[in-house]
C-alpha cells in the first residue's frame, strides 16, 4: 500500500474510531495501530528524523488508545499491538525493505492527516486526558542553522595538504560524538550534523571556508577549526557575525584572551601550558640547563605562540629568555634544512628541542638530526598529530620514534578511563577500521562538552543562551580524570597536561611530567 493511501485510510478509520459505538471503536483502533505502527517504527530508525515529530504522532495515539478502552487490560492489549507494529516498522529498515526517504514521506503524510481541521478534532484526547497528556517540546526554526529536525554546525580544517591528517581526525571524533548522541535521539530531537570545508591549512583559504559554512551552509556555530594562522583569519570572521567559535584544535593566546572573547570556547590546555610542562620535564626531571634547550618551531602564528610559552617558561624558572636558539621551517612544507644547518652552528650544546610543528615536518627533522645527536631529547605539542608523527617515525624505523614525548591534552588512547573506553567503542561502531587517535580523541570530548552545554540549553536554542549555559557549566566530569568548568572570566575547559612517549614499537605510553 501507498504511503498516501495508506494515511487516507488511516484518516477514514480516525473518523470511524470517533464515531463508532463504544463496542466497535476498540476493533477500529486496534486496525488503525496495525498501520500507524510501522510508520512510526520506520522513523524512529531513521536517524535524520527529528524525535518531535515522531513523537506528537504517538502520543495523539496514545490518548486515541485510552479514549478508545473501557478497561486497563483493553488499554494495555492495544499498546502492545502498537508496539508490535512499531518493532515491525524499525525492521523494515534495517532490513533494507523500505529507505529513510520512504519513511519520511510516509511521517509527512500522516502528519498532514492527523492536521485536517475533522481529523484534528477526532484524534484529540477529551478534555479531561488532555490536561494530562503529555506534549512534545516547543521548537525554534528562526535561528540561524537550527530546524526542527537538525542543529548544523561547521568545522574549517585541512583535508588537504601536508596537515591534512589533522583535519581528518578532527572531523572524525567530532563525528563520533555526534552519531552517539543521534542514535539517542539527538539534542530536544534534533539531529546534529557537522558540514566540513577545506582550507589546506593555508590562511589564504580560510576566510572562503568560512564564508562557504556561514553563507552557504547556515551554520549555527563553528566547532573543532584546526590550526593557529588560520584562526587568526576565522576568529575575527566568527567574532564579527556573533558565531559560536568552539573547540579549535589549537592552543595559541589568540584564542585566549582576557577576559575572554564573549563567542569564543575551548576545550584544551594552551600551548603556553604544553610548553611550560616539557620544560620543567626537561629541567626537573631530565636535570638539563636551560640553556641545553632549543626549540624547533613552525615560521607562524602556531610556532610563535608555541616559541613565547618556551620563553615564559624559561622566565618562570628565573632563566634568561634573550638567547633561545629558534629553529624555524615554513608551514605545509618538510624544507628542514636551514634549521638543521642552525643546530650544527651552535658551539653551545644543545640537548633537547622543543617542537612546535606538525607531524611531517617533526619527522623530518629528527630524521636529519637523530644520528648527529644521538642523546638528543625531542619533546613535541599535542597539535603534531601524535598518531601520524609515529606512523612516520616507524617508517624510518625504530631508533627515530624511540623516547620521542607528545604532551597531550587528553588521556591516553592506549589507558582505561572511561571517556576513552567511551570514545573507542564509539569509534569502532561509525568507523570501523578507523585506530584510536589522540586528534580525534579531542574532538570527542571537545565536541560532548558541547553537547551537554547543547542539552542544557533546551529546545528555544539561540546562541546567546547557549553561552549563558557555557558559562554556568562547573565542575563537568565526562570521565578524562579532570573536571571541567567554564565561567564568564574563563573560556577554557581543561588545563590538564598529560605526557607520553614513544616505544620501539611506536606506541604511546604514559610518562610522569613531574
Not at 77 to 82: A, E, I, M, R, V
Not at 188 to 202: C, K, T, V
Not at 395 to 409: C, E, H, K, M, S
Request: aromatic share 8%.
Amino acid at each position: 500500500m501507498t504511503p498516501r493511501w495508506m494515511t487516507f485510510l488511516f484518516s477514514v478509520l480516525l473518523a470511524s474510531a470517533a464515531g463508532a459505538a463504544p463496542g466497535n471503536r476498540t476493533d477500529v483502533v486496534r486496525d488503525l495501530a496495525g498501520r500507524v505502527g510501522p510508520i512510526v517504527g520506520s522513523a524512529l530508525a531513521c536517524g535524520d528524523i527529528a524525535r518531535p515529530r515522531i513523537r506528537v504522532i504517538v502520543d495523539k495515539f496514545a490518548a486515541v488508545i485510552k479514549e478508545a478502552s473501557s478497561n486497563e487490560a483493553e488499554r494495555d492489549d492495544l499498546t502492545q499491538l502498537l508496539d508490535r507494529s512499531v518493532a515491525e516498522g524499525r525492521g523494515a529498515v534495517t532490513t533494507g525493505r523500505i529507505d529513510c526517504r520512504l519513511a519520511d514521506r510516509q511521517l509527512a503524510d500522516l502528519e498532514r492527516s492527523i492536521a485536517a481541521p475533522s481529523l484534528a478534532a477526532a484524534i484529540a484526547p477529551s478534555s479531561a486526558a488532555a490536561a494530562t497528556a503529555p506534549t512534545a517540546p516547543a521548537v525554534s526554526t528562526s535561528t540561524r542553522g537550527v530546524s526542527d529536525r537538525e542543529i548544523r554546525f561547521g568545522i574549517a580544517a585541512p583535508f588537504s595538504g601536508a596537515a591534512r591528517e589533522l583535519g581528518r581526525q578532527m572531523k572524525l571524533g567530532i563525528d563520533t560524538a555526534f552519531n552517539r548522541v543521534n542514535d539517542a535521539g539527538g539534542v530536544d530531537g534534533r539531529m546534529l550534523r557537522l558540514i566540513a570545508a577545506d582550507d589546506g591549512y593555508e590562511p589564504t583559504r580560510t576566510a572562503e571556508a568560512m564564508k562557504q559554512l556561514y553563507e552557504k551552509d547556515q551554520v549555527f556555530g563553528i566547532i573543532g577549526n584546526v590550526g593557529t594562522p588560520t584562526a587568526v583569519v576565522a576568529l575575527p570572521y566568527a567574532l564579527e557575525r556573533k558565531l559560536l567559535f568552539f573547540g579549535a584544535f589549537t592552543g595559541a593566546n589568540v584564542l585566549r584572551h582576557d577576559p575572554p572573547d564573549r563567542y569564543v570556547f575551548n576545550y584544551r590546555a594552551s600551548y603556553a601550558e604544553e610548553t611550560d610542562a616539557a620544560v620543567r620535564y626537561l629541567v626537573k626531571m631530565r636535570r638539563l640547563q636551560p640553556r641545553q634547550i632549543a626549540v624547533f618551531a613552525q615560521q607562524d602564528a602556531y610556532g610563535d605562540s608555541g616559541f613565547a610559552g618556551v620563553a615564559k617558561a624559561f622566565r618562570a624558572l628565573g632563566a634568561s629568555d634573550s638567547a633561545i636558539l629558534r629553529l624555524n621551517y615554513k608551514r605545509n612544507t618538510v624544507n628542514v634544512e636551514e634549521a638543521v644547518n642552525q643546530l650544527k652552528a651552535q658551539k653551545a650544546p644543545i640537548k633537547a628541542v622543543v617542537m612546535v610543528s606538525t607531524y611531517r615536518a617533526a619527522a623530518k627533522f629528527i630524521e636529519k638530526t637523530r644520528d648527529l645527536y644521538p642523546g638528543m631529547i625531542y619533546t613535541n605539542v599535542s597539535f603534531v598529530g601524535s598518531t601520524a608523527l609515529a606512523d612516520e617515525l616507524m617508517l624510518l624505523g625504530a631508533r627515530y620514534a624511540t623516547g620521542v614525548i607528545v604532551t597531550q591534552v587528553v588521556p591516553a588512547v592506549s589507558g582505561y578511563s572511561s571517556v576513552v573506553l567511551e570514545y573507542k567503542n564509539a569509534l569502532a561502531k561509525y568507523f570501523p577500521g578507523e585506530a584510536p587517535d589522540y586528534v580525534s580523541l579531542e574532538g570527542y570530548v571537545s565536541a560532548n562538552v558541547l553537547i551537554q552545554a547543547l542539552k542544557r540549553a533546551g529546545p528555544q536554542l539561540e546562541t546567546e543562551k547557549l553561552i549563558d549555559n557555557l558559562e554556568s557549566m562547573r565542575n563537568l566530569d565526562l570521565g578524562l580524570g579532570t573536571p571541567l568548568s567554564f565561567g564568564r572570566a574563563e573560556h577554557q575547559a581543561s588545563h590538564k597536561i598529560w605526557g607520553t612517549a614513544l616505544d620501539e614499537n611506536g606506541r604511546f605510553q604514559p610518562i610522569e611530567l613531574e
